[in-house]
């Protein structure tokens, strides 16, 4: 029989911890979320390994999906200094487990995914483990969730290759928005702030993490 609770205590120590996570809303809240219960039931053993871990397989269209290994994780949401007094949407929220992170820092979390399945998942595991302040939204991933802007933090839950303008559109003035640009390890993550109909740029990281669906570069021709 796993103990899941000393696995957890684990990799927060092992691995978040060692690598600059300092912040002790952050760490309290991966030591409180059971990493195990978003994840598929069959690989709930393997649910506190050092890796991403595949929440669903890629299918005609789209690509897998997987859970956001804990350290980069842990280092996203620490650079997002993220408040109870911050509203926040979760892009990608996959199984939820980022969204229910997020519920434990923030006062009120949109969980936005594109992918129905997932989205039925997220819902039912949120409500089970008690993330009472978080909502579960069905849509396209580029598009954000205007319904509920503006918000004071994005999350981009996977790497993407651009970030749409309907996202920082999205943002309060003086919101964060938090990626991870590029692909494989040429990937950097960083934090955009909008200031009025402007938004700056602060380079964080190098790190890898896995590709949410969409976000592609349009193809320009050269003549």
Do not use: W
Not at 93 to 113: D, F, M, P, Q
Request: proline share 4%.
């Amino acid at each position: 029989m796993i103990d899941f609770e000393s696995a957890r205590s684990k990799m927060v120590e092992s691995q978040i911890r060692t690598t600059d996570v300092t912040s002790h809303s952050v760490l309290s809240a991966f030591l409180t979320v059971r990493r195990e219960a978003f994840v598929p039931e069959k690989v709930a053993p393997l649910a506190y390994i050092d890796t991403d871990i595949e929440i669903a397989p890629a299918k005609a269209g789209t690509i897998a999906r997987y859970i956001m290994q804990a350290s980069p994780l842990a280092k996203l949401l620490q650079l997002a200094e993220i408040t109870v007094e911050d509203s926040v949407l979760d892009v990608g929220a996959g199984t939820g487990y980022a969204s229910a992170i997020l519920s434990k820092v923030a006062g009120a979390v949109v969980a936005l995914e594109s992918d129905e399945e997932l989205a039925a998942k997220a819902a039912a595991t949120l409500a089970a483990e008690g993330c009472t302040n978080v909502k579960v939204v069905k849509g396209d991933l580029e598009k954000g969730y205007g319904a509920e802007a503006p918000y004071d933090v994005i999350f981009l839950n996977g790497a993407v290759e651009v970030i749409p303008q309907a996202l920082f559109d999205q943002l309060r003035d003086g919101g964060r928005l938090v990626a991870v640009t590029g692909s494989g390890n040429t990937s950097v993550a960083g934090i955009f702030v909008r200031e009025g109909n402007s938004v700056s740029e602060r380079f964080a990281f190098n790190t890898a993490v896995k590709p949410l669906p969409g976000f592609r570069k349009v193809a320009e021709f050269v003549f």
